[in-house]
């Protein structure tokens, strides 16, 4: 190993451990504090019982992502310093060629973090949401969707890396830029079929039915001078009663979706609310911005991976002594997250800054009173907690708290 970036790794990965289990503590420990006081913004909405099961729901869920932050730590001390990815490069390379080595690389180590996942994911799902009344998915259900994403996974997945692979040892010197290049087009690929080929695969999507939903609907998308392709209902009951709604596609492909638990929930005037939110995002190119910084942190990333593809202490500073493109990749995403959670507030705010940009431009073409009475619905049927840690909040938040949130709408609301 080499002890200078051996050092540097285990110092960013303990401060990135202790800084995510620190923020977990604090946030349990604020919810269960204020969880006997409904605060006075609310009073009148929601009921103190309602608000107790959201901090219950909070605090068991932040315990079992603690959990999940001890088992990423342990997995990933093991593929790395711990010997597992050597042990699998010893395994492999002596049985086959170098593309199909370097994809059973990467899948081996999909299947090995999937299968340590797996029992945190289905005590999340049948034990947490079960016992606080948002489970509706069946144990059979659960084995469906795994299978069809681990085909889909490997359909997809297979030429995808085998592609990234042959670039990153084909194109000399500027292979990240290639590599750049089509995983970019991929994406914009995914965001095009998705809507009409991949998630109808998990979902039964219904057309909105006629009627003054609808109506408002239209009416407002007109108003916005939004098209689409569609506006459909999604069977999301049948795996959980929280509630939702978003925008899916690109271009042509573009639809809006709301899940059944949503529409039954919300009267028509605040589901025209919460799509206004939604069309503020398009509006006000919300969706563009964040692709072209997911492109150009992509390039950015592979650049840098480009720099260290051929650093022996890349690879020996964190416990392998072989070098392969398929290695020099697995590392870089198994490591890059302990060194970029420092970026988390930065991602955050922006984020937030654009849930208050889409909330203003909804108060402009619709009530932001409906808007207000849909998000405190939405916040009490999915236990949302009104009392996050504020540090936690600025972390791990990507929409503002509620009570920041209420109030920005109220400054907008017109006198009637």
Same mark, same amino acid.
């Given at each position: 190993m080499t002890p200078d970036f051996t050092f540097?790794?285990?110092?960013?990965?303990?401060?990135t451990v202790a800084v995510r289990?620190?923020?977990?503590?604090?946030?349990?420990?604020?919810?269960?504090?204020?969880?006997n006081?409904?605060?006075?913004?609310?009073?009148?909405?929601?009921?103190?019982?309602?608000?107790?099961?959201?901090?219950? &729901?909070?605090?068991?869920?932040?315990k079992t992502a603690i959990v999940g932050t001890l088992i990423e730590a342990v997995l990933l001390l093991a593929f790395t310093l711990g010997g597992g990815l050597a042990a699998l490069h010893?395994?492999?390379?002596?049985?086959?060629?170098?593309?199909? @080595?370097?994809?059973?690389?990467?899948?081996?180590?999909?299947?090995?973090?999937?299968?340590?996942?797996?029992?945190?994911?289905? @005590?999340?799902?049948?034990v947490i949401e079960e016992r606080h009344g948002f489970n509706r998915m069946t144990l059979g259900l659960f084995v469906t969707d795994l299978l069809k994403q681990t085909l889909l996974g490997i359909a997809i997945g297979a030429p995808v890396i085998t592609?990234?692979?042959?670039?990153?040892?084909?194109?000399?010197? &500027?292979?990240?830029? &290639?590599?750049?290049?089509?995983?970019?087009?991929?994406?914009?690929?995914?965001?095009?079929? &998705?809507?009409?080929?991949?998630?109808?695969?998990?979902?039964k999507f219904s057309p909105l039915e006629d009627g003054e939903m609808k109506s408002r609907i239209e009416a407002l998308l007109t108003r916005c001078g939004f098209r689409s392709s569609g506006l459909f209902v999604m069977d999301g009951s049948k795996r959980s009663s929280h509630g939702n709604a978003y925008f899916t596609g690109f271009g042509n492909t573009k639809r809006i979706v709301?899940?059944?638990?949503?529409?039954?929930?919300?009267?028509?005037?605040?589901?025209e609310a919460v799509l206004a939110h939604e069309l503020g995002h398009f509006r006000k190119k919300h969706v563009v911005k964040r692709m072209v910084l997911m492109f150009a942190g992509s390039l950015a990333f592979l650049w840098?991976?480009?720099?260290?593809?051929?650093?022996?202490w890349f690879y020996t500073g964190l416990g392998v002594p072989a070098q392969s493109t398929a290695l020099a990749l697995i590392l870089f995403f198994l490591v890059m997250p302990v060194f970029t959670f420092p970026l988390s507030p930065l991602m955050s705010n922006l984020s937030r800054r654009h849930e208050f940009e889409a909330d203003a431009y909804a108060a402009q073409h619709a009530a932001a009173s409906d808007l207000i009475r849909a998000l405190v619905k939405l916040y009490q049927d999915n236990a949302s907690t009104l009392?996050?840690?504020?540090?936690?909040?600025?972390?791990?938040?990507?929409?503002?708290?509620?009570?920041?949130?209420?109030?920005?709408?109220?400054?907008?609301?017109?006198p009637a």
């Open positions: 540097i790794f285990l110092l960013f990965f303990g401060l289990l620190w923020l977990k503590l604090r946030h349990i420990r604020f919810v269960a504090t204020h969880r006081a409904v605060p006075a913004d609310f009073a009148e909405r929601i009921a103190l019982p309602a608000h107790q099961k959201a901090a219950d &729901y909070t605090v068991d869920r932040s010893d395994f492999w390379s002596l049985r086959l060629d170098d593309l199909s @080595y370097g994809l059973a690389m990467i899948f081996s180590v999909m299947v090995i973090s999937g299968l340590i996942d797996l029992p945190l994911s289905l @005590y999340s799902q049948f592609a990234v692979l042959w670039l990153m040892g084909a194109m000399g010197q &500027y292979w990240w830029l &290639y590599v750049w290049l089509f995983w970019s087009g991929f994406n914009l690929l995914i965001m095009f079929v &998705y809507p009409t080929w991949i998630a109808p695969l998990f979902n709301f899940f059944d638990t949503l529409l039954s929930r919300l009267e028509p005037p605040e589901v840098l991976l480009g720099q260290l593809i051929d650093a022996p009392t996050p840690d504020p540090l936690h909040s600025l972390f791990h938040d990507s929409h503002p708290p509620a009570a920041q949130r209420i109030a920005h709408l109220q400054i907008q609301e017109k």
